[in-house]
């Protein structure tokens, strides 16, 4: 896996616009749209030098903010015009935006400073994720969907069909047998990866049968499937003793 | 020790998950509510004044042992893990859930002033957020608010125990 440069540090053009405003010490209620708009251009500019994605969302504020310096262009209302005479600041919207985000903003601030369960605190007994800590399973690992493992199957399956050979006397053998013997060994060494589950079986039933017997387990929430990236390596590990 | 002080005391130290007055009186079912109460901050203080490595603590309308906040260094060491941190994005989503719940995605997506689908999607995957049902409004977008397990893992007893938006609007005139 190639590293990839992170740099997140706006959570959103409103959290730019913020910040803008702050380092430029503007008052909040009399924002210098020109300015602030040159700026917040200048940065989309940088952001898409870096390579960063940049969301439409924030193209969506640009047009806001020049619809809005375009608005301020226009020469003030005639005073004659008694029903405009209270006509909105054009900013007026932007700024209740950013008002209400600014909130938010601090309220996640102060959620995130509480002490958190499993961050700060913990609680008595094993959670899952020192569960998964135990058995070498990372946080980063997801958890399999059934499609996932359908698709890893069939990788193997059909990589198996190409040394197929004629055989008859195939030994008999049960999905049942096939699910206890999985549970076996994994009650014994508690997590194994696919691959080993199969061993050295390359014969088509016993793939079939094994990949039966996981689909059941799953069903059954006896078993965990982890991945932890895609056609990584797929291990299975015991739900029990949750 | 007062017996009955015990049996609430050993209630809580069994039971996995909050425990709350309605469920002790399930077993004490000859004891007033008040009285139970009473024991449980009598336990609390207890816990506190010992200033030992856990405090009992009321969280998600229950309550529970709780190891104390200023460990959290050693306890990450034997839990050999790094902690599971949440992006800001994802926080961020989760505050204007909690305040405005329940709150339908377009709500949340024009304050944040981004689309939060995928912060939204992990705060549903971890149960912090739950769907709370529909609006009725053309389109019957889905409503959502946040669970048991937010006040758990935030160490609130209730919602109510956030700051409230007035309260958070005034901190931000005074700065």
């Known amino acids: 896996m190639g590293y990839e440069v992170k740099l997140d540090i706006f959570e959103g053009p409103l959290d730019l616009l913020l910040y803008l405003i702050k380092k430029n010490e503007i008052d909040i209620y009399d924002i210098p749209i020109a300015l602030i708009t040159e700026q917040y251009l200048e940065h989309l500019e940088m952001m898409r030098y870096l390579n960063l994605d940049v969301a439409g969302e924030y193209l969506l504020l640009a047009s806001t903010l020049i619809h809005i310096k375009s608005k301020m262009l226009l020469p003030a209302q005639e005073e004659g015009d008694e029903e405009n005479e209270e006509e909105e600041d054009p900013r007026a919207e932007l700024v209740k935006q950013l008002l209400d985000y600014q909130i938010f903003k601090d309220a996640a601030m102060q959620l995130e400073q509480r002490p958190l369960l499993e961050r700060d605190i913990f609680i008595r007994g094993h959670s899952v994720e020192q569960q998964d800590a135990e058995t070498g399973i990372n946080e980063t690992d997801m958890e399999l969907s059934v499609f996932e493992l359908v698709e890893a199957f069939y990788r193997i399956f059909s990589a198996a069909g190409q040394k197929e050979l004629m055989e008859i006397d195939v030994e008999k053998m049960s999905l049942t047998d096939r699910i206890n013997e999985i549970m076996e060994r994994l009650s014994e060494k508690k997590k194994l990866t696919f691959a080993e589950l199969l061993g050295d079986y390359s014969d088509r039933r016993m793939i079939l049968y094994t990949f039966l017997a996981l689909l059941e387990l799953m069903k059954l929430r006896m078993i965990r499937v982890y991945q932890a990236s895609s056609f990584g390596v797929i291990r299975v590990v015991l739900a029990a003793e949750i | ?175």
Not at chain 2, 101 to 130: A, F, H, N, T
Not at chain 2, 138 to 165: Q, R
């Open chain 2, 1 to 175: 020790m007062e017996e009955t002080k015990a049996i609430i005391e050993a209630i809580i130290f069994a039971s996995e998950a909050p425990i709350s007055v309605d469920k002790i009186r399930e077993v004490l079912s000859n004891v007033e509510k008040t009285e139970i109460a009473r024991h449980l901050q009598d336990l609390v203080a207890e816990y506190e004044n010992r200033w030992g490595g856990f405090l009992l603590q009321e969280v998600a309308g229950g309550f529970q042992f709780r190891t104390r906040p200023d460990l959290s260094s050693w306890m990450t060491k034997l839990m050999r893990g790094k902690p599971a941190m949440m992006s800001h994005a994802a926080m961020e989503t989760l505050a204007v859930i909690a305040y405005k719940q329940p709150v339908v995605k377009s709500e949340v997506d024009r304050i944040r002033g981004v689309d939060v689908g995928s912060s939204l999607k992990s705060l549903l995957e971890k149960k912090l957020v739950r769907i709370m049902g529909r609006k009725d409004v053309p389109g019957k977008p889905i409503m959502y608010g946040t669970t048991k397990k937010f006040l758990e893992v935030f160490n609130l007893k209730d919602l109510s125990e956030l700051p409230t938006l007035k309260e958070l609007k005034d901190l931000q005139e005074g700065t």
